[in-house]
């Protein structure tokens, strides 16, 4: 399996509070990934970045910052939760360059619920 | 806009039956295909992409998935389903112009019955 640590596995949390998911690869690869998997939703992707201190926005990025300091850490911050940020969140890497042929490679997930 | 539409959202068989998971894109160019399996409380492991060349490729577990370009689809099969291959598939897909990103299909659970 790729070297991909989601931390923490769970969290529980109250509406307005900032939460902050922690995503540390071993595999220098330069993509991370930040997605959400809701139920008949499958995969929206958040943020993603590109390199250090090189990040874009996904196709459901309103609600979430994301920050980039070192190749190997990728956080996803919620400024302040919401309910309808209870989700699982996946962080995944992948290589770069030209071989964009290269797969994602996912972690275990942290499982969200915000009350 | 760039979609992947699993149109199962659950597909039933039998152990030792042939299996299908179907997958359309609907992405620019030719896009790189990809198939991933989900375990319950796991992340998405790869399974096969598809680069060029072949139309039928192989990957792990003894799936393979079939590449059509008229059709813009890319099914994933197996000869010979087993308990153990349910889970829940994804069809993913890349641009090979813009490479930033991933396309998720919505995922089909497949349940393979003794």
């Known amino acids: 399996d790729a070297g991909i640590t989601q931390s923490p596995r769970h969290k529980v949390t109250e509406t307005g509070t900032p939460v902050t998911l922690r995503c540390h690869q071993t595999?220098?690869?330069?993509?991370m990934y930040w997605y959400r998997q809701d139920p008949g939703h499958g995969l929206r992707l958040i943020h993603y970045?590109?390199?250090?201190?090189?990040?874009d926005k996904g196709e459901v990025s309103d609600g979430y910052s994301v920050s980039r300091s070192k190749t190997e850490d990728f956080l996803l911050t919620l400024e302040s939760a919401t309910s309808s940020q209870t989700s699982v969140y996946f962080c995944?890497?992948?290589?770069?360059?030209?071989?964009?042929?290269?797969?994602?490679?996912f972690g275990d997930g942290t499982r969200l619920s915000i009350l | 806009a760039q979609s992947v539409a699993q149109p199962e959202d659950q597909v039933n068989v039998a152990e030792g039956n042939p299996l299908t998971v179907k997958c359309t894109y609907s992405v620019s160019g030719n896009p790189y295909l990809f198939w991933y399996v989900q375990y319950p409380n796991r992340g998405l492991q790869f399974l096969l992409k598809?680069?060029?060349?072949?139309?039928l490729v192989k990957g792990s577990y003894g799936f393979e998935a079939e590449f059509n370009k008229s059709q813009t689809s890319f099914h994933l099969k197996k000869p010979s389903a087993l308990v153990s291959d349910s889970a829940l598939y994804f069809c993913?897909?890349?641009?090979?112009?813009?490479?930033?990103?991933?396309?998720f299909g919505s995922g089909t659970k497949l349940n393979v019955k003794p």
């Open positions: 598809y680069i060029t060349g072949d139309n």
């Open positions: 595999e220098n690869h330069r993509y």
């Open positions: 970045s590109y390199g250090v201190k090189d990040t």
């Open positions: 995944a890497i992948s290589e770069s360059g030209s071989m964009g042929h290269q797969p994602q490679h």
């Open positions: 993913a897909v890349r641009d090979r112009n813009n490479f930033n990103k991933f396309y």
